[in-house]
């Protein structure tokens, strides 16, 4: 068996194999485990069929999508990234592979340039409106970069794994998706911000009505009915200064 754990995975696999002028029909009648449409479809990409797929799009459902009876006593590859999890190799051979070879396809850095002093500016002012982190190496890289100022700061996660580093690197976890793919976690990164403005129109809504009230209604009552009207109108406008200014601070969120 072959088991690819991510779309990144295939494609170094398969630059390897050209690098070292081999041919892809050298796998010979290999297996082939992907985790996530996403791996799936590049291997398809490159012809090649999928013979297990987990429901759940994490190392440890590989287990029994491949099936005890065909892992006994095979010999199983896993090309993945150079800092990764030990969980899927250990289990593997606790169910009897006769030899699981882990072999570092790629490696994540932290990337040159970035804009360190500046992300920590914003972190520490608390203008970021959500951290996205895709992998768990992602949440190591990021805390690295930015360091203490990043606590505290809310982020969305591709999947519990992912969530599990985040919350132990400080972060406020508010979006998970049920699905662990990128299309998954952007609908409910949009879902939670739309479900975010709805609640922040409320709010302003009711601080409208609230200011007209006091303004118009507990206005003295001596007052005569067209200053009671003007008394009314001005409220009426810092209601629509409340929603502005609501939404303005959304949108200029970074």
Request: charged share 20%; glycine share 10%.
């Amino acid at each position: 068996w072959i088991i690819f754990t991510s779309a990144r995975g295939v494609e170094s696999f398969i630059a390897r194999l050209r690098r070292l002028g081999r041919d892809i029909r050298e796998m010979g009648a290999v297996s082939i485990c992907a985790i996530g449409p996403a791996t799936a479809e590049r291997l398809r990409d490159h012809a090649l069929r999928v013979a297990a797929m987990p429901a759940e799009y994490r190392a440890e459902a590989i287990i029994p999508a491949i099936g005890a009876r065909r892992i006994r006593g095979a010999r199983i590859l896993i090309p993945r990234a150079q800092v990764a999890r030990e969980v899927l190799p250990r289990e593997l051979r606790k169910m009897g592979a006769r030899t699981v070879e882990v072999a570092p396809a790629y490696r994540t850095v932290k990337p040159r340039g970035a804009q360190v002093e500046w992300m920590r500016e914003l972190a520490a002012a608390r203008a970021i409106d959500l951290v996205v982190f895709t992998s768990s190496s992602t949440v190591t890289n990021f805390s690295e970069m930015v360091g203490a100022a990043a606590k505290g700061l809310k982020a969305a996660v591709i999947g519990p794994i992912t969530g599990e580093t985040a919350r132990k690197r400080g972060f406020e976890v508010v979006v998970c998706p049920g699905d662990y793919t990128v299309p998954a976690l952007i609908a409910a990164i949009r879902e939670h911000f739309a479900g975010y403005k709805s609640h922040t129109t409320l709010l302003a809504g009711a601080v409208g009505v609230a200011v007209i009230a006091g303004l118009f209604f507990l206005a003295p009552a001596g007052l005569a009915p067209i200053v009671r009207i003007g008394i009314g109108l001005a409220g009426f406008g810092l209601a629509a200064w409340a929603f502005a200014l609501a939404f303005r601070r959304k949108s200029g969120g970074a």
